[in-house]
Every structure is written in C-alpha cells, then in structure tokens.
C-alpha cells in the first residue's frame, strides 16, 4: 500500500515531534503493509511551508528507513489566498514529488475566494487537487454543494481510513462510508500524526473496503491510484460516482453505519451529531443547489 497523506517530517507541524517518533512512525507503517509513505506537512496559517528544511530532514529519515519504507515529500496545503499566491508563483511546488498532485485542506469558515476561481486558478498552473479528509470537514457540513461542485470540476477526495470504522466518531464514520459506497473516494490514506495517538494504520481499512466493496476497489484505493500520484500520471478509469451528475439522490444516515445505540451522549446532553440533523439530505440538497 502507498499513504499518500502523513505528517512524518518531524518538529514542522503538528506531526511527529521528533526523530525518533518520526521513524516509529515509519516503522509502524511498513508494518501495516505500506512500502510508501508520502510526507505531507501542513502549509496554512500557523505551519509554514520551508522547503529547504524539509528537504533536509527528509533525507535524515531515508537513510536508516532504507530498505524499510520509500518516501516521497508533499504538503497539506490550507486552502487560503496567501497559499494561492505562493502556489501561482512557483508551480507544482506543494504538489507531491513536484509532479502535480496536491493535498488541499479547507478552511474550517470561509472560503478565499469562489470555489470555482480557487479550482481554476490551481488547475490553470498544473495542479491536479486531492481534497484530504472531507468526512471531517466543518465547511462541507455547513455548505455541502460545495463538495459536489469540486467533483464536477474534476478535484479528487481522499478519505481518512479510521475514520470508515469510527475513529473519528459516528459522523464522520457515516458521511465516509456513504462516500465510499457511491464511489466518490479516490484514496484512502491514514493521516498519521503521531507513533502512539495518531498512528498510520492502513491494514484494516483495507479490509474494511475489501469486505464491503470488494478487493478490485480496496486495490484502486490503496494501492493502483496512490502509485499513479507518486508517479505524476493520470489515474486509470474510475467507476462512475453514483448521484453527482443524475441519478438517485445520495443520502446518507447516521443509523445506517454508526447505530445510534452505539453514540454515547456528552454531560448529559445530546450525541455530538445531533445539531445537523440535514446531513441526511446532505447530496439531495447539493444536487438540488447545482455546481
């Protein structure tokens, strides 16, 4: 398998704190199956993105991870008009290996600028964009067309692999699957952050996508489509997703993958996800809203 999403180069960001942690992490990873780990620290707000540094600590890690695990250098890139700028003036600089696919985060509020102006420009300059994590996303839940506009645009999703199983709580776990099922996840990855709390577990989302949607997908996800971004081709053929151009609307509920008998209620009050209640319309209201 090849993570194309892990905070390994250490005492950038919020990732791996040090050396050390850095090659558990690593070490942990090619354990779980992985012979690739795309390093991918942040670039937004409060990280900043220095290339010369990373570049330095990235061959500290190749040399005793040797014969261990291959990598390759990315970012996470925050999706603001700094970012933009920088990504504008120097092309394919954040882009994995410098071969055109990037990792863009969004804001957690406000969008820079229109999406389809942010999408233009980044495209314009040879980018091929991979939104991380929208499972987990505060934006997407408030405004979901915005997600089926990145689709229409051709932006790629990856999806967090813990998160299919709950690791990031049931609302995450349903908005995930969901995805999964009607084929709009192009990756999945572990965005790893630490050896111990966040660690890069891959093996067992794999087999969960194995068991639920055969091992032809788990292989697309995991391993043919990550290989074709190291390398800076375009992915092969991708089953159709289901619900973004016609078709039946896509819902999804909470129910369906994470039972609500399973949710646990905080201090007494209601479960975490009960305050967006319009998920279960989530695609049926973006595809009624256009792109």
Request: proline residues 9%.
């Given at each position: 398998m090849i993570d194309i999403h892990q905070h390994l180069i250490w005492g950038v960001d919020d990732g791996a704190p040090d050396l050390e942690s850095a090659l558990a992490m690593?070490?942990?990873?090619?354990?779980?199956?992985?012979?690739?780990?795309?390093?991918?620290?942040?670039?937004?707000?409060?990280?900043?993105?220095?290339?010369?540094?990373?570049?330095?600590?990235?061959?500290?890690?190749?040399?005793p991870l040797q014969g261990v695990v291959e990598l390759s250098l990315g970012c996470?890139?925050?999706?603001?008009?700094?970012n933009i700028e920088d990504a504008l003036?120097?092309?394919?600089?954040?882009?994995?290996?410098?071969?055109g696919y990037l990792l863009v985060e969004f804001p957690a509020m406000v969008l820079p600028l229109p999406l389809a102006e942010a999408i233009y420009r980044l495209q314009s300059a040879g980018y091929k964009l991979?939104?991380?994590?929208?499972e987990r996303c505060p934006m997407l839940l408030r405004q979901p067309q915005l997600l089926t506009e990145w689709?229409?645009?051709?932006?790629?999703?990856?999806?967090?692999?813990?998160?299919?199983?709950?690791?990031?709580?049931?609302a995450a776990q349903a908005f995930g699957n969901e995805l999964l099922e009607r084929n709009w996840i192009h990756f999945v990855a572990s965005d790893a952050h630490h050896p111990q709390w966040r660690?890069?577990?891959?093996?067992?989302?794999?087999?969960?996508?194995?068991?639920?949607?055969g091992t032809e997908t788990a292989q697309r996800l995991f391993v043919t489509n990550p290989q074709a971004v190291v390398a800076g081709m375009e992915l092969p053929e991708q089953p159709e997703p289901l619900g973004l151009e016609s078709g039946p609307s896509l819902r999804f509920h909470l129910e369906k993958f994470a039972p609500t008998g399973r949710v646990k209620k905080r201090d007494g009050g209601p479960p975490p996800w009960s305050q967006i209640r319009s998920w279960r319309q989530l695609f049926s209201r973006s595809s009624a809203a256009g792109a």
């Amino acid at each position: 398998m090849i993570d194309i999403h892990q905070h390994l180069i250490w005492g950038v960001d919020d990732g791996a704190p040090d050396l050390e942690s850095a090659l558990a992490m690593a070490r942990a990873a090619a354990s779980e199956g992985i012979t690739r780990i795309v390093c991918t620290p942040h670039a937004n707000d409060f990280y900043p993105f220095p290339a010369a540094l990373l570049a330095e600590r990235l061959e500290e890690l190749r040399a005793p991870l040797q014969g261990v695990v291959e990598l390759s250098l990315g970012c996470e890139f925050h999706l603001n008009a700094e970012n933009i700028e920088d990504a504008l003036a120097h092309p394919l600089r954040y882009s994995i290996a410098n071969r055109g696919y990037l990792l863009v985060e969004f804001p957690a509020m406000v969008l820079p600028l229109p999406l389809a102006e942010a999408i233009y420009r980044l495209q314009s300059a040879g980018y091929k964009l991979v939104l991380t994590h929208p499972e987990r996303c505060p934006m997407l839940l408030r405004q979901p067309q915005l997600l089926t506009e990145w689709m229409r645009k051709g932006g790629l999703l990856q999806l967090t692999a813990s998160a299919l199983y709950g690791r990031f709580g049931p609302a995450a776990q349903a908005f995930g699957n969901e995805l999964l099922e009607r084929n709009w996840i192009h990756f999945v990855a572990s965005d790893a952050h630490h050896p111990q709390w966040r660690p890069p577990h891959l093996r067992q989302a794999y087999r969960h996508v194995a068991n639920k949607m055969g091992t032809e997908t788990a292989q697309r996800l995991f391993v043919t489509n990550p290989q074709a971004v190291v390398a800076g081709m375009e992915l092969p053929e991708q089953p159709e997703p289901l619900g973004l151009e016609s078709g039946p609307s896509l819902r999804f509920h909470l129910e369906k993958f994470a039972p609500t008998g399973r949710v646990k209620k905080r201090d007494g009050g209601p479960p975490p996800w009960s305050q967006i209640r319009s998920w279960r319309q989530l695609f049926s209201r973006s595809s009624a809203a256009g792109a």
